[in-house]
Structure formats: structure tokens, C-alpha cells
């Protein structure tokens, strides 16, 4: 006499596989145009999206006369550049893993340049501000980040 969880186990392992095997089918299209949208960059989205950021940025400071040398500076330094072409992803799986590891780490070296830079000129310009001022870019530059999480 058969065992009765292992009869309820042999009814269901049959359905649960075909249902596993046809939920991997359908939601990989899924993913595939997920990753394929995340990958998708607009950079004149982007500018425009900066230039309102920096805009209503410079309304809430209510900048002087003498400060607007610095935040123009200040603006050029962190105004978005061309994004960097997304690598090919068949290419980069034809690397051996210290190729790919050694690409990988020149990436976040360069990203980690520019986020150096980005911070000095931050702290360039934020020394021009009055306190009252440093509260505002404070408070809106926090805003930047919570709306990026």
C-alpha cells in the first residue's frame, strides 16, 4: 500500500512542474523588456529634467548678484554629460571573469572620478551661500535624493 502524502505529492509534482515550466516561459519575455526598459536612457529627458532641478533650485536661493558667477560654474560642473553607451552584454559575457572584473572596476573608478568632482563643486559653491541659503540647498538637494530611492 502506497503511503498517502506520497500519492498527493505524485498528483501534484506532475501539475506543478508544467505550471513552473510555463510561468519561466511567460515571464521571461517579461523580464527581458523590463531590463531592455531600465536600460533605455533618454538624455534629453534627462537635460530637461536637470534644467528644471537647477532652476527651481536658483528661485529658492534668491541668488545675488555676486553669486550668480559661482552657480553658473556650479551648474556647468554637474550639468549631465552624454551618457556613457550601455555595453554590449554579449561582449561582455565573451570576457573571462578577470577581463569582465577588470572592466568592471575601470567603470567604478571613472564613476568614482566624477562623483569626486561633483562634490567639489558642490563645496565650491556652497560656500558662496549664506546660512539661510545652505538650509534651502540643503533641504532641496535632500529632496533630489529621497525622490531617487
Not at 67 to 81: G, R, S, Y
Not at 99 to 108: A, F, I, S
Not at 120 to 146: A, C, G, P, R, V
Amino acid at each position: 500500500m502506497l503511503h498517502p502524502t506520497k500519492t498527493i505529492f505524485q498528483k501534484l509534482s506532475m501539475p506543478l512542474s508544467v505550471l513552473a515550466l510555463l510561468t519561466t516561459v511567460t515571464l521571461q519575455p517579461m523580464i527581458a523588456q523590463a531590463e531592455c526598459a531600465h536600460d533605455h536612457w533618454n538624455q534629453e529627458k534627462h537635460s530637461e529634467n536637470f534644467e528644471k532641478r537647477m532652476n527651481a533650485l536658483r528661485d529658492a536661493l534668491a541668488l545675488s548678484e555676486s553669486q550668480q558667477v559661482a552657480w553658473q560654474e556650479f551648474t556647468m560642473a554637474l550639468k549631465p554629460t552624454a551618457h556613457e553607451a550601455k555595453h554590449d552584454r554579449s561582449e561582455f559575457s565573451q570576457l573571462t571573469t578577470p577581463e569582465r572584473l577588470d572592466r568592471m572596476l575601470n567603470m567604478m573608478k571613472l564613476r568614482q572620478e566624477k562623483m569626486a568632482s561633483h562634490v567639489q563643486s558642490i563645496e565650491s559653491f556652497y560656500s558662496t551661500l549664506t546660512s539661510e541659503q545652505q538650509k534651502i540647498f540643503d533641504q532641496k538637494f535632500n529632496q533630489h535624493f529621497q525622490h531617487q530611492k
